[in-house]
């Protein structure tokens, strides 16, 4: 753990820098910053730490770095809420940046998940960008405070999108596709359809009718192509009716808008029950979850404040 303070002497030299600071974002008042790091996450390094400090030494800004290790995250992200920052970094995994904007809240600290994890879902739409010393720069020099929007589902946040159903590990096949890992990418989606009709959902949407479908897909409207107001999550059935269409439905969520599949119906909602004989299998913001046989999965439309330019850089949307 280091506190550094860009506006002090440079230790090495002896003197003063010669450089002044880079000029902070006038849209939201930055005078303390916490930023977790796990060096072991997805594509973060060992390097992470200091090369953190030193971008970080580039601004008027009181910093503390925090190397997240094994045994220590609860304990570790506690202590950053309870120092009062007006913001904290998290370059991390998807999972524990979605742990750290739910403990967050709409009242508490603005948080910056930068890139760090395998998906990197939520980072993509705030920032625009897989690099996270970018995507830090991003938010230091041209952030704000923006209400993000999601959804929460058994006590699992997400901020871009819920997969219900056996389709769910569609979603890791679609970033192994997007990163150019075909082989890997038709496994999973092997994996997804060979469970593919062993237990179809039942769910109504805003206490509507009850459908059937093969699976769900809800997406926040931070990322949603199909969505113009924050007004709830667009909530897509998938239903394939035969095992063609299975594949016919796995080929455009691999390759194109999933949304032109005549296997594919969308609409917004703000409240989603869903029912199934057995546990119902999810990807909740690229993380695999296993639900109860029963969920509700609920729209939260100010979930918690992100330090992001405005509008959003979304990289991509679903």
Known sequence: MTDTLSSEPDADAGEPRDEAPRRLTPHASLGRAVMLVNPLSGSVGPRAEAEAEAILADYDLQTQV??????????????????????????????????????????GPMIAPLPGGTMNMLPRALYGTADWKLALRRALEEGEPQSVSGGEVSGEYFYCAAILGSPALWAPAREAMRTGKVRLAWAYARRALKRAFTGRLRFSLDGGPRRRAEALVLISPMISKAMEEPDGLEAAAMDPSDASQAFRLAANALFSDWRHDPAVSTRPAKRIDVRARSKIPAVIDGEPVLLKSEATVRFIPKAFRALAPRPPAAEDSL
Do not use: C, H, M, Y
Not at 69 to 96: R, S
């Open 66 to 107: 925090v190397v997240l290790e094994a045994g220590n995250f609860d304990q570790a992200i506690a202590d950053a809420f309870a120092a009062a920052p007006d913001v904290i970094f998290v370059l991390a995994g998807d999972g524990t940046a979605r742990s750290v904007a739910a403990k967050a809240r709409p009242n």
